[in-house]
């Protein structure tokens, strides 16, 4: 007779999957919680102490430690020297195990958790078991998810679990227990305060294939951190429309990065190809929407909307005039969500922004051999750190412009250079190898230029031509960083000109 060892936290399905192994000729060796649940179903079954002799101890934190389950589990079936020790040591080989973990993950995410309870969540046996069920393969089928209980009952069914099949599974279970240990390692990690660990442990499950990745010849993956986060593309509740492509998700998430810097009043953020073609804001959602495209009416066509407020029919309709891909908000009112689905292939995302100030994880970026980690650009702007640099000073007015513009360029790419007034931006350059021209672009796109206009620079101009430029177009107060070799330069330059320049101490690059 096959002996399988069976236990597990999550027991759905498990019943129905136990009944058949006993079926086709198995006998159970069980645990603890899954044993009463399978004794309760009528299924005969073993206890571990049957088998070791030995009593579980410590509060269930000993029960499968023991060579009479180990050694069952990592004899090789092929060796006459393995099957002789069982022999004389009266060892009964373990064929199938059937394990799934304690629930370390969902007791961390619960608010408030207290570490000796985390701690006490942290599966020893269960991991033991998959890692010598997995080496064994060849001899030993590991299960450790209920989707695969049918595979390997129909197997079973026609005779045995193949090698193939064995060798899946025990890949499979090592992903299991390696995740598991990440999750560790984060947690207790970030307990201790070790900000830099010699050792980086990630792990994320697999959300879905995608159809391809940034060109259609690129293969690609979603996959979803193992501890998600609430303010995220990826919990967005999608409405009506075509699942999201790779570069959907990309803009989208720029798009939600900026949408969270403007909290105060309606604000709508319009992304394209990961940088913000219009930001517009104002009393109401439809006067945020009317400034954000009027910031530029051609790129916005084909782009990702984010609004900080729940879509309205007036907005909706508006909207509804031209081609966007994702649409983006904390809730849609029915005419309006009407009036948007007309459109078949447009997304329509709800999603919960009471979470937009969570606490930010690192973000990684691959590189050829290895991934760069980096913290959040989630820093709170405080204009009264800013220092004014000229003799003109700027005015109530052009320091909260200044504000706004600056939160805009932080989310351009670099080289970026933000113009804007009040109520919306009016030109954007972006990503270009040198300051001037994205300068030169982003006033191009202002003209004529508004006297409330204000430039600003996600980093510190290495000349005075960004600010002559400025000068000559009629722009009167400028936000940079400041901390240039030549920021005299600069200084004078903007004082020729009547600028008032502010530096905030602090950049944002966005490569």
């Known amino acids: 007779m096959k002996r399988a060892l069976i236990s597990v936290s999550d027991k759905e399905n498990l019943v129905p999957f136990v009944q058949k192994l006993v079926s086709l000729g198995f006998e159970i060796v069980s645990t603890g919680g899954t044993k009463r649940v399978l004794d309760e179903a009528g299924i005969n079954t073993i206890s571990v102490e049957e088998v070791t002799g030995f009593p579980e101890i410590l509060d269930g ?8 389950i180990h050694a069952g589990l990592l004899a090789k079936r092929s060796n006459p020297e393995h099957l002789a020790t069982l022999k004389e040591h009266h060892i009964t080989p373990i064929d199938l195990v059937c394990v799934n973990l304690y629930p370390f993950k969902e007791t961390i995410m619960k608010p408030g958790v207290e570490l000796a309870e985390a701690i006490e969540n942290i599966d020893i046996g269960g991991p033991s078991l998959l890692r010598a069920a997995s080496k064994n393969y060849q001899d030993v089928t590991v299960v450790t998810d209920k989707a695969d209980y049918d595979q390997v009952i129909k197997e079973l069914s026609a005779g045995e679990v193949s090698q193939e099949t064995r060798f899946q599974l025990a890949a499979k279970a090592f992903r299991l227990t390696a995740s598991y240990d990440s999750l560790i390692s984060q947690y207790l990690t970030k307990q201790v305060g070790v900000e830099d660990p010699e050792k980086l442990t990630l792990t994320y499950d697999l959300d879905e294939k995608m159809r391809y990745g940034e060109n259609s010849h690129q293969a690609a993956w ?12 990826l919990a967005a509740k999608q409405l009506h429309g075509k699942k999201l492509s790779y570069n959907n998700i990309k803009d989208a998430d720029e ?4 949408i969270r810097e403007f909290q105060d009043q309606p604000t709508v953020v319009a992304m394209k190809h990961m940088n913000p073609c219009g930001i517009g804001r104002g009393k109401t959602l439809e006067e945020a929407w009317d400034r954000a495209y009027e910031a ?3 790129s916005i066509f084909g782009g990702v909307i984010a609004l900080n407020r729940p879509v309205d029919l007036a907005t909706a309709e508006k909207m509804h005039k031209i081609f966007l891909e994702i649409v983006i908000a904390p809730g849609f ?3 309006a969500l009407e009036v948007l689905a007309k459109k078949k292939n447009i997304r329509l995302l709800e999603l919960d922004f009471d979470h937009e100030n969570e606490a930010p994880r690192l973000e990684t970026v691959s590189v050829m051999g290895g991934i760069l980690a980096q913290e959040q650009d989630v ?4 204009p009264t750190t800013w220092q004014v640099v000229t003799k003109t000073t700027p005015t109530a007015e052009q320091l909260e412009t200044m504000l706004f513009a600056w939160k805009a360029v932080k989310h351009t790419k670099s080289n970026a250079i933000v ?3 009040n109520e919306r931006t009016l030109g954007v350059g972006a990503g270009q190898p040198n300051r001037i021209d994205s300068a030169k672009i982003a006033i191009k796109h202002a003209d004529p230029i508004d006297e409330r206009a204000v430039l600003a620079s996600d980093a510190f101009f290495p000349f005075d031509d960004c600010v002559q430029a400025a000068g000559e ?9 400041g901390g240039s070799i030549r920021d005299e330069d600069s200084i004078k330059m903007a004082d020729k000109y009547g600028i008032a320049m502010v530096f905030t101490g602090i950049r944002h690059f966005r490569h």
């Open 296 to 298: 530029d009416s051609v």
């Open 333 to 335: 009112d029915p005419d």
């Open 419 to 421: 113009v804007a007034n």
């Open 255 to 258: 798009a939600l990065r900026a």
């Open 222 to 233: 979603l996959y979803r951190d193992a501890l998600p986060k609430a303010f995220s593309i």
């Open 61 to 68: 934190r000993v029960k499968t430690l023991n060579p009479y």
């Open 473 to 481: 177009a009629g722009i009167k107060a400028i936000v940079q960083p």
């Open 379 to 382: 820093l709170a702007e405080d």
